[in-house]
Structures are given as structure tokens and as C-alpha cells.
């Protein structure tokens, strides 16, 4: 677990990583580390049987086999972040991470009218930090946003983590109702008093305008791999990532709202992103299946393809510039001005180094958003109506300057 800071708050969250973790966008290639002593896992022994009584299997069913099978897969059974799990994230490192989303969608928000309610949707959550991160800005944010109803919704697959979202983000002194069986599988009220619930996927959280989210989601869906030997030797595809997309751009038109994806990928232009991980070392993908994380560079020109201009989008967008666009630098110094003491001093400049250094996540995590055509259309009349490169002039918090109407 990420040691808790000794602060009170509310610079207690401040205090996420001043430990050596990988961020998972460090590798390009799966390597030849030594293996795990225990090969033989469970989900060895399940594949194995699999393979024998059905016969070969895709790398994408390989994939979505070993990480959320209901009963072995990696994610339904661990707790993989932080410095005792396999990697570590961006909302994980540092608060700023999450309190910059926050204010993207308020600006959004602001932006697209100030409609009277609105589901915030996350893909995802982890340990629920983000989250928790987000609602922390809303509610500092509360004189803006006090008229509008706010409810959240996320979707995770894995039992186990939504148990560490309940305990991240409820209020325990109000119980939550749980049902297996239902498509809302768990319900609880934030600390702030804001009802949240649980889906297992997109599909079944209610329809209505919505911001959606989602950090290091993509990278975990399976892919399948192709060797054409044309211009690129390995092609990966996500078909689940095109579905996903085109859920979000078909909701986004109808009902408005906005998406914003960050993650490590590509325009279209990498090969074999293929690689695992497991105790912040890199990890071959076949051995031990089941105790380590895996993993594909996002191809963002497919999910731009996906959109099939029934949404726009926005970037991809290197971490560094979306953050400096929303503006890290101030938010580091207010926070620096408040720490007394030199520790949180030091884990505040570490994150800010994990986060913006080109050579760390600066340059290697994305950021990606989906809008609604009109949105690009009033704030900027240059740009197209389907996909717009980022620019100084975007009228798009992030993808140009942050600016408040
Ligand atoms: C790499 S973690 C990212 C966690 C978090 N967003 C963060 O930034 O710390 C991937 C998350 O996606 C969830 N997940 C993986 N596959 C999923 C799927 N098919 N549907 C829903 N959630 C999934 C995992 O359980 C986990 O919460």
C-alpha cells in the first residue's frame, strides 16, 4: 500500500509515491526476464485444459482469459497498485493527477451550458482514488456547482477492487445494498453525499448526459495481434476498445457530455506493444498467466476511427501538455505554499517530476477526448466538425489553455 502521509488534511492525499514504481508505459517489448519459480497457476492449468478440450486460442481470448476471468483472472483477485502490486498510475502518484480531471469537466460543464445534473462515469476505477479525487474538487467547487445534481457511476469488473472503491469513496456509516445478480451489482452515498453504484459494463449504466472516464482502461482490453508484413510487421486491434467507443460517441451525441481517456498508446504507428508485468518488473506474457498484469499500447487512431463521426475528438495529446494546459504549475505551488513540512514537499516535486518528465509519463501517457460536434463548433469556428488537432487555440480546456467563461 502507498504509505499514508503524516499531514493532517487537506494535505493528507498528497503523499501517493516516493517509492521506485513502474508506470506500465515504461516497456516496448515483452523481454526475457526470468521466470516466476511457480509456473504452474491455476490459470495455467485452466488454459491448458481450455486449449486441450477446444483447441488453440486467439491472443485476445489469452488475454481477456487471464485478466478478468470471473473466477482466476488477474484483476478479479488482486490488488495490483501501488509499491507491494505490479505498477503504478498517474491519480496514484500524486492528487493534482485527479484534481486537474475534475476541473476539465467542470470547465466542460461550464462550457456545454451547465446542465442541471449530470452522471460522472468512470471506466475502470482502480482503487477509486480518481474518483475520490474528482468529488474532492467538486466539492470544493460547490458554490459552482450547487444547483446541479451530481451521481456516480462506475464500471469494474473485478469484485474485489469495487470493494476498495466502496471503502475509498463511501461513507461508512451508510450501508450499501448489494445484488449479484442485477446489473447493479452494488450501491452506496459517497462521503459527500453523492449516490454511487456498480456495473460490470458500459451498457448498462443509465443513459443521460454524462462525463466519462478513463485512466489505463483501454490498455487492459484484449487485443488481437496480426503479422502482415506490410509497413508494420505487427498490427494489434481492440475490438472491444472500437465497441466501447462507439457506445460512448452514440451516447455523447444523444445526450451529450464529454469522454476524456488517458493512456500510454500510439497514432497508429507502433508494432508489438505487447508485455506484462508483475512486481514492477517487466513480466513474459506466457509464463505464471495469472500473476502478472498485461498489457497493449492504445492504438488512438483506431479509437478515432470508432467514433464513426458520430462524436469529435480531441488529441491524442501528450500528459505533459494536458496537464500544463490546465494548469499543474500553479496548482504545485499553491500546494507547496500550504506543506510545512520538507517530506510533503519532497512527494509533491516527485509526483510532479513521475508525471511531466518527458523522459518518465510526460511524453508516453495521452490524453484523448470525445465531444459533442457542437461543442468544437461555437468556441471555434477554424476547426472541423469531426477530428481536430489539438491546438492553442482549442476551445477545449486541456487540449489548449484553460480558461474560465
Ligand atoms: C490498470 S487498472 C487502472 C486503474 C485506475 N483507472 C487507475 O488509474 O489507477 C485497470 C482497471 O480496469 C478494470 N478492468 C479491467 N478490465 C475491465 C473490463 N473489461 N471492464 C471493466 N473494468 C475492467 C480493472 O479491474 C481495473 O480497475
Not at 54 to 75: F, H, Q, R, S, W
Not at 224 to 253: M, N, Y
Not at 372 to 397: E, I, N
Request: glycine share 8%.
Amino acid at each position: 500500500m502507498v504509505p499514508a502521509s503524516p499531514v493532517a488534511r487537506p494535505l493528507r492525499h498528497v503523499a501517493r509515491a516516493l517509492f521506485p514504481c513502474v508506470w506500465r508505459g515504461k516497456y516496448f517489448s515483452s523481454g526475457n526476464e526470468p521466470a516466476e519459480s511457480n509456473r504452474v497457476t491455476p490459470m495455467f492449468r485452466h488454459l491448458m485444459y481450455k486449449i486441450k478440450s477446444t483447441g488453440p486460442i486467439t491472443v485476445a481470448e489469452y488475454m481477456k482469459e487471464v485478466l478478468t476471468n470471473p473466477d482466476k483472472g488477474y484483476y478479479v483477485h488482486h490488488d495490483m497498485l501501488g509499491e507491494k502490486g505490479d505498477f503504478i498510475t498517474s491519480p496514484e502518484i500524486s492528487q493534482i493527477f485527479g484534481e486537474l480531471v475534475g476541473i476539465w469537466f467542470i470547465s466542460e460543464w461550464m462550457s456545454s451550458g451547465k446542465s442541471s445534473a449530470f452522471q460522472l462515469v468512470e471506466l475502470g476505477p482502480g482503487r477509486g482514488t480518481l474518483t475520490g479525487d474528482i468529488l474532492r474538487v467538486f466539492s470544493q467547487l460547490g458554490s459552482v456547482l450547487k444547483t446541479c445534481d451530481i451521481s456516480v457511476h462506475l464500471v469494474e469488473v473485478s469484485q474485489k477492487l469495487s470493494e476498495f472503491q466502496a471503502l475509498t469513496l463511501t461513507d461508512k456509516k451508510i450501508p450499501l445494498e448489494r445484488d449479484a445478480e442485477s446489473l447493479v451489482y452494488m450501491k452506496g452515498v459517497t462521503k459527500s453525499g453523492i449516490p454511487v453504484s456498480w456495473y460490470r459494463d458500459l451498457k448498462d449504466v443509465p443513459k443521460g448526459y454524462s462525463f466519462y472516464l478513463a485512466n489505463e482502461f483501454f490498455d487492459v482490453l484484449p487485443i488481437h495481434k496480426f503479422q502482415c508484413g506490410e509497413t508494420r510487421d505487427h498490427i494489434e486491434v481492440c475490438p472491444e476498445a472500437g465497441v466501447i467507443i462507439q457506445e460512448l460517441s452514440q451516447r455523447i451525441a444523444l445526450t451529450g457530455g464529454a469522454a476524456l481517456i488517458a493512456d500510454y498508446g500510439h497514432d497508429g504507428t507502433k508494432t508489438d506493444t505487447f508485455r506484462g508485468f508483475c512486481s514492477h518488473k517487466l513480466h513474459d506474457v506466457l509464463i505464471a498467466p495469472g500473476t502478472a498484469d498485461l498489457t497493449a499500447d492504445v492504438d488512438f487512431s483506431y479509437l478515432r476511427r470508432m467514433t464513426q463521426g458520430k462524436a469529435a475528438s480531441l488529441g491524442p495529446i501528450q500528459q505533459q501538455t494536458f496537464l500544463k494546459n490546465m494548469g499543474i504549475d500553479v496548482r504545485l505551488k499553491v500546494l507547496l505554499d500550504k506543506a510545512d513540512e520538507p517530506s510533503v514537499r519532497q512527494q509533491l516535486l516527485h509526483g510532479y517530476n513521475m508525471l511531466m518528465n518527458p523522459k518518465k509519463m510526460g511524453e508516453r501517457f495521452n490524453f484523448f477526448a470525445l465531444l459533442p460536434h457542437q461543442r468544437l463548433q461555437v468556441g471555434s469556428h477554424q476547426m472541423g466538425t469531426c477530428q481536430s488537432k489539438p491546438s492553442a487555440s482549442s476551445p477545449v480546456a486541456g487540449f489548449g489553455e484553460l480558461t474560465w467563461q
